[in-house]
């Protein structure tokens, strides 16, 4: 009977220390979420300031392109609804879209300049278009920054113990930023040979 209560008393005991461990290993674990969460939505809160950079920088370069193409409306109506569509995105994911459109109407945009050689010697047009280079360098950066981070936050959420830990407090996963499939094809630029 003494060997039977004390076996059972082992038991009792390793389940309460395996309790406390879980518990204390979910607690270091949850603060790590914490941190690489906040980490996210710092890095992203730099994406954003960058795609509200070139956002406003559009307006002066469809002024400038208009006066020498007017009649490429429908790259021009494509470069705003891509601008009224980031106005309106609320997520990450709805910004991420918007963000990818405005690339790839940008893109079509200056494959129609390359037919205006007056346009691309325009000196506001040049200093707009150095401009939105830097912009675009910028946005890459702190894209690759971001991707970084929600990187380490999913490895985090998936990797034992801390998966459990996420599970348990509901820690979602984080989409990447990707490039949109138009930026995978080399853009045609046709000089008129």
């Known amino acids: 009977m003494r060997s ?6 082992v038991r009792g005991a390793l389940v309460v220390w395996l309790g406390a461990s879980a518990l204390a290993l979910s607690g270091c674990s949850y603060n790590k979420y914490v941190g690489e969460e906040e ?8 994406v954003e300031n960058q795609l509200q950079r070139r956002n406003d920088l559009i307006p002066n370069l469809v002024s400038t392109v208009k006066g020498y193409a007017a009649h490429e ?4 109506q494509a470069i705003a609804d891509s601008r009224a569509k980031m106005a309106g995105a609320q997520t990450p994911e709805q910004k991420m879209a918007a963000a990818n459109e405005q690339t790839s109407a940008l893109a079509r945009l200056l494959v129609v300049v390359e037919n205006y050689p007056n346009l ?3 000196q506001q047009f040049a200093r707009l278009m150095d401009e939105l280079s830097g912009t ?3 946005i ?7 991707n970084e981070k929600v990187q380490a936050y999913n490895t985090l959420r998936r990797s034992f113990p801390s998966n459990i830990t ?4 509901g820690f979602k996963e984080y989409p990447f930023f ?10 045609k630029v046709d000089f008129g040979k």
């Open 178 to 187: 990707k490039a949109p499939a138009e930026a995978r094809q080399v853009p």
């Open 120 to 122: 691309k010697a325009d």
């Open 136 to 138: 675009e360098n910028r």
């Open 166 to 169: 996420g599970r348990l407090f």
């Open 73 to 76: 409306q429908g790259v021009l």
């Open 39 to 46: 980490g996210i939505k710092a890095q992203w809160a730099q």
């Open 140 to 146: 890459a950066v702190e894209r690759m920054r971001y």
């Open 4 to 9: 039977k209560r004390a076996a059972m008393l």
